[in-house]
């Protein structure tokens, strides 16, 4: 074969003349840069990859670099596509075709309002509906009045109704049938979905009655979708990714059960079941989540017995309703377009992007424009269907789904052991398992270990709340006594925002009622360079609590920076500057602000580097309880809950 350069080569063999670059070489150029930048390097404390690893919920190490002796994927092989194990998807042409399916979410109470958005989405872009109905949602007398423009022989038609999942059938099912659309033409999916319900209620599951107008529906509707296997309970619960795979895969092989022992055969059974996932802004996290779940669905129908083209999992993908912020909403944006983003890459069939305002009540037209957009955007502009299970092969995306794949099925292991969803939900065994992963969740969102852009980070003060129609909100909660254990086994719902959204509530209230926003005084020591980087730092996290900063801008001593103290109208200062000026002036400047009234004085740093400091009453510093310190703050100031 000629070699490269020869004038006609008939292979490349790009870099071959370059030396080869070893592991070792990569962890001396880090360990350089790790030196620079401050960061521990020293050997004794591990590798450069050991530094700067993470882990996700599920305890998987994520290492900041894999190579090709990475590739090891515990067993796990991902085939091609349309082939088993189906990891690089369901169908061997993946949605080059035409794209995946667009599919947009309506929650509006109002008939009439659902009918004129549906109709506005439907021509510019959308393909497919999602209407929630019953109690959260369109009332299910209206259900044919929303649909009255829809051609539904082109829209398929998801349900979601919860408690009210017959009736919705039945009131879909004749809009299908008021238009003369064939029993055998009739797409969509109706729903049908007790786990879920028992999920987010707290209820038992009764899966009998629902599998048998289920099996009734499969005789008339051939192509009909009939079961939503849904794992977003889970994860808006604050669960983990491998949490949502296992219970989608205890809940597929329970409604897999539920609906043979109603007559189904087994292969119609599987076909008539789509499952539902979250995508997050962690884009890789999202793309290895839906390869992983193929592939376990792939395992699951194996072992049930189906042949090879009857393991497909149909997937329609959601972006996440816990990421979503009320505060600074407009950053959803950029939320939902990463989403979407691993969504597509994964390999959904159908994706739901919602829109940027949507935690805060019902989406205006604007925010539904731009959530279908993004999908066109994704699907016209940046091709994104146009290359089948883009991310396969990538060493990190590789060893990433198959400890995915391996952590799900363990939770799936033991969700089964338990008796199967149904018992593990009423059993509280979901409940602790999920409520276990939240803790940290809640912790590391409190630390800012997981920050949130425009919420715990770079929050806008000043901002003007967007507002918008509730809506309808979640049934209210029964009391304690009503409840009983059933409060205990159901999954909330929880917004990772929710706590830092809180704080900026009481801010606003307090604003409302004084004409002034609870303030912090920011005590800058020393020269403009000394104490920039501290006072920014400061400022930042008061204002994730909605407090306003005040003070900081200019260079001071002690005795100054207690004269503008008195000024101020604060009860709290925080000591800001370098480590070196602190060490001389730090104790001086703490023993004037509490003559000037201070009744506590921070310091921005360390504690450890500055616990000799005299009069300092606590410290605030990258890492600290941001959300207790805030909460704290909150109290001195006189801020009503």
């Not at 008539?272 to 992983?292: G, H, P, S, V, Y």
């Not at 070196?580 to 504690?607: D, F, H, M, T």
Request: glycine letters at 10%; aromatic letters at 6%; proline letters at 6%.
């Amino acid at each position: 074969m000629p070699e490269s350069g020869t004038g006609n080569p008939e292979s490349l063999t790009l870099g071959a003349e370059f030396p080869a670059a070893t592991r070792e070489q990569w962890r001396e150029l880090v360990a350089g840069v790790l030196k620079k930048s401050g960061a521990d390097a020293d050997p004794a404390q591990g590798t450069p990859e050991e530094l700067l690893a993470s882990a996700t919920y599920d305890g998987i190490r994520l290492s900041p670099l894999y190579a090709a002796d990475d590739a090891d994927h515990g067993g796990l092989d991902s085939g091609f596509p349309g082939l088993a194990p189906f990891t690089r998807g369901r169908r061997p042409e993946g949605v080059v075709s035409g794209g995946w399916e667009v599919r947009q979410h309506y929650t509006d109470p109002d008939p009439a309002r659902a009918r004129r958005a549906i109709i506005a989405d439907l021509e510019n872009g959308v393909g497919s509906l999602w209407l929630v109905a019953g109690d959260e949602g369109i009332p299910v007398s209206g259900i044919g009045e929303a649909l009255t423009d829809v051609h539904l022989d082109l829209a398929p038609v998801t349900l979601e109704a919860g408690a009210s999942s017959e009736d919705a059938a039945k009131a879909l099912l004749r809009a299908w049938s008021d238009r003369d659309i064939p029993d055998g033409a009739v797409t969509g999916n109706l729903g049908i979905d007790p786990i879920s319900i028992a999920a987010r209620t707290g209820e038992a599951a009764d899966l009998a009655p629902a599998a048998q107008a289920a099996a009734e529906y499969a005789a008339r509707y051939p192509r009909l979708r009939l079961v939503t296997v849904d794992a977003t309970p889970y994860h808006d619960a604050g669960g983990s990714e491998a949490q949502e795979l296992g219970a989608a895969m205890a809940s597929g092989v329970a409604y897999l059960r539920a609906l043979t022992e109603a007559g189904m055969g087994l292969a119609d059974a599987a076909a008539r079941l789509e499952f539902r996932f979250t995508a997050t802004a962690d884009q890789f996290l999202t793309i290895a989540k839906l390869r992983a779940a193929r592939a376990m669905w792939g395992r699951v129908t194996e072992v049930c017995g189906l042949a090879p083209e009857q393991r497909g999992m149909r997937q329609h993908v959601v972006t996440s309703a816990a990421m979503m912020t009320r505060r600074d909403p407009y950053v959803n944006i950029l939320r939902t377009t990463l989403a979407c983003f691993g969504a597509g890459v994964g390999g959904a069939e159908a994706v739901t992007v919602r829109p940027f305002d949507t935690a805060l009540g019902l989406p205006d037209d604007f925010a539904r424009r731009i959530a279908r957009n993004t999908q066109a955007l994704l699907l016209e502009e940046a091709h994104l269907a146009r290359v089948i299970d883009p991310a396969g092969g990538s060493f990190f995306v590789e060893r990433l789904t198959a400890d995915l794949y391996a952590k799900g099925w363990e939770f799936f292991q033991e969700l089964e052991a338990a008796g199967g969803i149904a018992a593990a939900l009423s059993g509280g065994l979901v409940a602790d398992r999920v409520n276990e992963v939240w803790e940290h969740r809640r912790e590391a969102i409190a630390y800012r270990r997981d920050p949130i852009t425009g919420v715990s980070e770079f929050p806008n003060l000043d901002e003007s709340p967007l507002r918008r129609d509730p809506g309808l909100a979640a049934p209210a909660a029964d009391t304690p006594e009503e409840a009983g254990d059933r409060a205990a086994r159901a999954l909330p719902r929880r917004r990772y925002a929710q706590e830092f959204e809180e704080l900026r509530d009481r801010s606003d209230a307090h604003l409302a009622a004084t004409g002034q926003r609870p303030r912090v005084f920011l005590a800058a020591l020393g020269p403009v360079a000394a104490h920039t980087a501290r006072v920014s730092f400061a400022a930042n996290l008061l204002s994730a609590g909605g407090i306003e900063p005040v003070g900081g801008d200019a260079a001071a001593g002690p005795k100054e920076a207690a004269a503008a103290f008195g000024d101020s109208g604060t009860p709290i200062a925080i000591l800001c500057s370098s480590d070196a000026i602190y060490a001389e002036q730090a104790a001086a400047a703490a023993a004037a602000l509490k003559s000037a009234g201070a009744e506590r004085v921070l310091l921005a740093g360390r504690p450890p580097e500055h616990s000799s400091v005299a009069g300092v009453d606590g410290f605030c510093f990258a890492g600290c309880d941001a959300l207790g310190l805030l909460k704290e703050l909150h109290e001195v100031l006189g801020v009503a809950r």
